[in-house]
C-alpha cells in the first residue's frame, strides 16, 4: 500500500503538473468554464418555467397566454444554449493569452471561423410535405450549443495556433512609417485572419464536395461519438471517476485536472436532457455533468458528507471532533479540502478505501435507480455544484422528490461505508492523543 | 503591512483559511491584506501580493507559479496539507511571514 502511495506521489505530480502547464487543455477548461455562468442562468430560467406546483402551468398560461413557456425560455435559448459559441471565442481567448498574443482578436478570429464551419440553412418541413427542405438565411441554433461544442473547441485550438505562428513567424503587412502605428495595428490581424479564415471555407468546400452536409457531422463522428460512448457508459464513467479519485489520493485536485477532458462530453449530454425536458420528451442521458456534481459528490469528491457527518456526530477524538466542526460548513456546500487534508484522506492507506468505495458504490446505484425509472434522470438543469444536498436533488431533477431522496440514500449509503473505518481511524486518533494528551496537530 | 495571496483550484476553499489567518492576524497585531483566487486569477492579482501561497491541491502548479513569482520577485510556496485541512490560520501565517522575510 505504501509503495502504491509512493507510486501516486512520484508518477502523479509531474503528470498533474504537465497536464496543468498544457496550454491547449488549460485553454480549453478555461474556455468552456466561460460558459458556465450563462448555462446556470439559463437554468434559473428552466426551473421557473417547469415549478412543480400543481396548477401553475394553468396558472401562468392564464395571466401571461398560451405562449408563456416559450416566452420564458427566450433566455434560456440564448445563454445554456449557446455554450458553443461561447466556447469558440472563449478557448481562442484563453489560449491567445497563454501565448501572450492579444486574446480579443484571437478570439474574433475563432469565432468568425466556427460561423463559418456552419452552414446558413436549417431543415424544415412544410405542411403536407414529406422530405424537410434546407431553408437558407438562418444560423442553425442547434450547432451554436453543445452540438457545436466539439467544433467550437477545434476551430478555437486551430485558428489561434495559426494566429499564433504566423504572428511569431512575422508574416504581417508591414506598413510605411509615416501610418500611425494604431493604424498598422488595426492590419496585424488581416494576415493570420485570412489564412484561418481560408483554411476553413477549403476545408467546407471539401467536406461539401463529397456530399458530407457539414464539418459539424463529421467531428461528429470521429470525435463525439467515441467520446459520448466513454462518458455515457456505466463503465466509462466509473474509470473515470477512478482517475479523479486516484488524483485526489495524492492530494491533488482531480477534478479540475480531469475535468478538461471529460466536460464537453458530460456537458453535452446534460444539454441534450434539457432539450428532451423542455419538450417533455424521454430524457436520453444519465451520465450528465450534474449526475457527478449532485448525485455522486455530495459533500465533495468522494461522498465526503457521510464522513462529515460521522466526526461530528460520533467522533471520540479530540482531533476528529474539531474537524467534523470544521468541516460540516463547508461539507454541506460540497466543499471537503478540510476533510480530504485535515483527516487525512490523502495518502491514508486506511480511509483511500472507502474514499475510493463509496463514489463507485453511488454511481452504481445512482445509475440503475435512474434506469430503472425508480428515479427521475438529471433534467439537463444545471445548477451551482454548491447547492446543499437535497435541495440539489430536486431542483437537478426538475422538481422531483424522487431526486432529493436519491441524494437522501446516497449519504445513507455514503455512511455506511464510511463507518467502519472511521471508528478505526478515529481509535488510532484517540489512542494518540491519550498518551500525550494534546490536541496539537503535527 | 503584508499582503498575502492565497491560491487553489476556484478560490473556495482557501477563503476559509482566509477568515481563520485574518483573526489569528489581528491576534498578533500584524497589520495584513489576506485574499484567495482561482488558479488563472493569479496573474491578475500577484503584483499586489508580497507573497503567495497554494493549496496542497494545486501544489502541481507549483514550478509554474514559482516560475511567475521569480519573474515578479515574489517568495511562493505551498501550503502544509495538514494545516490546510485543519484551517490553522496561525501556522499559516507564520509560514507566509517566514517566506516573506526569507
Not at chain 1, 123 to 130: C, Q, R
Not at chain 1, 132 to 153: E, Q, R
Not at chain 1, 188 to 216: C, D, M, N
Not at chain 1, 379 to 397: E, F
Request: glycine letters at 10%.
Amino acid at each position: 500500500m505504501n509503495k502504491f502511495l509512493g507510486f501516486l506521489e512520484s508518477k502523479f505530480m509531474p503528470f498533474a503538473g504537465k497536464l496543468a502547464a498544457q496550454r491547449h487543455l488549460g485553454a480549453l477548461k478555461d474556455g468552456i468554464i466561460l460558459a458556465m455562468p450563462m448555462i446556470i442562468i439559463g437554468s434559473v430560467f428552466l426551473i421557473l418555467g417547469f415549478l412543480p406546483i400543481p396548477g401553475y402551468a394553468d396558472f401562468m398560461a392564464s395571466v401571461f397566454g398560451d405562449q408563456w413557456l416559450a416566452k420564458l425560455m427566450y433566455p434560456t435559448d440564448a445563454t445554456f444554449n449557446m455554450m458553443g459559441l461561447i466556447a469558440a471565442f472563449g478557448i481562442a481567448y484563453r489560449l491567445a493569452e497563454r501565448y501572450g498574443i492579444d486574446a480579443i482578436t484571437a478570439g474574433v478570429i475563432s469565432l468568425c471561423a466556427f460561423l463559418l464551419a456552419t452552414p446558413f440553412n436549417v431543415p424544415f418541413t412544410p405542411d403536407g410535405a414529406t422530405e424537410a427542405i434546407a431553408v437558407g438565411g438562418a444560423i442553425p441554433v442547434a450547432f451554436m450549443g453543445s452540438k457545436g461544442l466539439f467544433v467550437a473547441i477545434l476551430i478555437g485550438l486551430f485558428s489561434t495556433e495559426v494566429y499564433n505562428f504566423i504572428l511569431k513567424k512575422n508574416i504581417v503587412i508591414k506598413m510605411p512609417d509615416s501610418v500611425p502605428p494604431a493604424v498598422s495595428k488595426s492590419f496585424v490581424a488581416l494576415v493570420p485572419g485570412f489564412i484561418v479564415i481560408t483554411i476553413i471555407f477549403l476545408i467546407r468546400l471539401v467536406i461539401e464536395y463529397f456530399g458530407i452536409s457539414s464539418i459539424h457531422d463529421v467531428v461528429q463522428l470521429v470525435l463525439g461519438k467515441p467520446l459520448g460512448l466513454l462518458g455515457g457508459s456505466l463503465i466509462g464513467s466509473i474509470v473515470a471517476y477512478m482517475l479523479i479519485m486516484m488524483l485526489w489520493s495524492a492530494g491533488l485536485h482531480g477534478t479540475n485536472i480531469v475535468a478538461g477532458v471529460l466536460s464537453p462530453v458530460w456537458l453535452m449530454a446534460t444539454e441534450e436532457n434539457q432539450i428532451a425536458f423542455r419538450a417533455g420528451e424521454e430524457l436520453p442521458n444519465i451520465f450528465t455533468s450534474q449526475f457527478f456534481e449532485v448525485f455522486i459528490n455530495i459533500g465533495g469528491t468522494g461522498a465526503t458528507f457521510g464522513l462529515a457527518m460521522l466526526m461530528l456526530f460520533w467522533a471520540k477524538s479530540q482531533q476528529m471532533k474539531a474537524l467534523g466542526k470544521l468541516s460540516a460548513g463547508p461539507g454541506t456546500f460540497m466543499i471537503n479540502e478540510p476533510i480530504i487534508f485535515g483527516t487525512p484522506i490523502v495518502m491514508n492507506p486506511l480511509l483511500i478505501v472507502p474514499f475510493f468505495l463509496t463514489p463507485i458504490v453511488l454511481i452504481i446505484v445512482t445509475y440503475y435507480s435512474m434506469k430503472l425509472g425508480l428515479v427521475a434522470k438529471p433534467a439537463g438543469i444545471a445548477i451551482p455544484w454548491t447547492t446543499p444536498p437535497i435541495i440539489g436533488g430536486y431542483l437537478a431533477t426538475g422538481g422531483k422528490i424522487s431526486g432529493a431522496i436519491m441524494q437522501a440514500v446516497n449519504v445513507v449509503i455514503a455512511l455506511a461505508i464510511y463507518f467502519p473505518f472511521f471508528r478505526m481511524w478515529d481509535k488510532m486518533k484517540q489512542q494518540e492523543e491519550g498518551g500525550v494528551n494534546s490536541s496539537k496537530v503535527s | 503591512m503584508m499582503n498575502i495571496l492565497l491560491c487553489c483550484a476556484a478560490g473556495m476553499s482557501t477563503s476559509l483559511l482566509v477568515t481563520k489567518m485574518e483573526a489569528a492576524a489581528k491576534d498578533q497585531g500584524l497589520d495584513s491584506k489576506i485574499w484567495a483566487v482561482s488558479a488563472d486569477q493569479v496573474k491578475a492579482n500577484i503584483d499586489q501580493a508580497d507573497v503567495l501561497l497554494l493549496g496542497p491541491q494545486v501544489r502541481y502548479l507549483l514550478p509554474q507559479m514559482q516560475q511567475l513569482g521569480k519573474e515578479k520577485n515574489i517568495p511562493v510556496d505551498s501550503i502544509n496539507p495538514i494545516h490546510y485541512g485543519m484551517c490553522n490560520g496561525a501556522e499559516v501565517l507564520k509560514t507566509a511571514v517566514a517566506l516573506k522575510n526569507k
